[in-house]
């Protein structure tokens, strides 16, 4: 599980997102980090037992930095307040798709999937959804799915239809996403609770399916 002292920190970074107090409080953020490899590395083989391939990763490769890329962004803000974690093939910086785990107090969840692929990659992702549209539908629709994800799928659609596919395609509202992602909101309490590992391998398990699916697009796509 996660320690209640992550989110005590996050908070506390929230209220003083300043390089001068991250600085006070570094070893106490190293500490932290530490921890929250180990959870990860502990995901990983959990993920081990149903997704051998995405499981060919460490936490190190999988872990997002803290520091946030304010090159181009009006938030000058230094720093992230979350843990993330992108677990795959190639760790975050890879294109499988993958589990994500985000601790952040308040805004905590589980998603998966690949967010916002490559032009080329994201006509793949489509094409074997046109394809495979029978069998890209039972996996949304097993019960398992449902539970924890719902109907709908995580991202924004565009308002027309892709270019190349037929506009009279009866599941075309399936070919609008622009990522193929997955998400479920958890309360902060599941990430401490004891029932942590239980709840992420139940959600992780039912997206494995998909993500499988997304892979298999994309296996010899140049990327």
């Given at each position: 599980?996660i320690s209640?002292?992550?989110f005590?920190?996050?908070?506390?970074?929230?209220?003083?997102?300043?390089?001068?107090w991250?600085?006070?409080?570094r070893?106490?953020y190293?500490?932290?980090?530490?921890k929250?490899?180990q959870?990860?590395?502990?995901?990983i083989?959990e993920?081990g037992?149903?997704?051998?391939?995405?499981?060919q990763?460490?936490?190190?490769?999988?872990i997002?930095r803290?520091?946030r890329?304010?090159?181009?962004?009006?938030?000058?803000?230094?720093y992230?307040?979350?843990f993330?974690?992108?677990?795959?093939?190639?760790?975050?910086?890879?294109?499988?798709?993958?589990y994500?785990?985000?601790?952040?107090?308040?805004?905590?969840?589980?998603?998966?999937g690949?967010?916002?692929?490559?032009?080329t990659m994201?006509?793949a992702?489509r094409?074997?959804?046109?394809?495979?549209i029978?069998?890209?539908?039972?996996?949304l629709?097993?019960?398992?799915?449902?539970?924890?994800?719902?109907?709908?799928?995580?991202?924004?659609?565009?308002?027309?239809?892709?270019?190349?596919?037929?506009?009279?395609?009866?599941?075309?509202e399936?070919?609008?996403?622009k990522?193929?992602?997955?998400?479920?909101n958890?309360p902060?309490?599941?990430?401490t609770g004891v029932?942590?590992?239980d709840e992420?391998r139940?959600?992780?398990?039912?997206?494995?399916?998909?993500n499988?699916f997304?892979?298999?697009?994309?296996e010899?796509?140049?990327?």
């Amino acid at each position: 599980m996660i320690s209640k002292e992550t989110f005590q920190f996050l908070k506390e970074l929230k209220l003083n997102n300043t390089k001068e107090w991250f600085d006070e409080n570094r070893n106490t953020y190293a500490g932290l980090r530490i921890k929250f490899e180990q959870f990860v590395n502990l995901l990983i083989g959990e993920i081990g037992l149903f997704d051998k391939e995405s499981a060919q990763t460490t936490a190190k490769a999988s872990i997002f930095r803290i520091n946030r890329d304010i090159r181009f962004s009006n938030d000058k803000q230094p720093y992230k307040t979350n843990f993330g974690a992108f677990i795959a093939k190639g760790g975050r910086k890879g294109v499988n798709a993958g589990y994500y785990i985000h601790i952040e107090p308040g805004s905590c969840f589980l998603a998966g999937g690949i967010y916002m692929p490559s032009g080329t990659m994201l006509k793949a992702l489509r094409t074997e959804i046109f394809d495979n549209i029978d069998e890209f539908k039972s996996i949304l629709e097993e019960p398992a799915f449902l539970k924890h994800f719902g109907t709908e799928l995580w991202g924004e659609k565009l308002k027309t239809a892709p270019k190349g596919f037929p506009k009279d395609f009866p599941e075309m509202e399936y070919l609008k996403y622009k990522s193929y992602t997955l998400a479920k909101n958890e309360p902060d309490s599941i990430y401490t609770g004891v029932g942590c590992i239980d709840e992420i391998r139940q959600v992780f398990r039912a997206m494995a399916p998909f993500n499988a699916f997304l892979n298999r697009a994309v296996e010899n796509v140049d990327r």
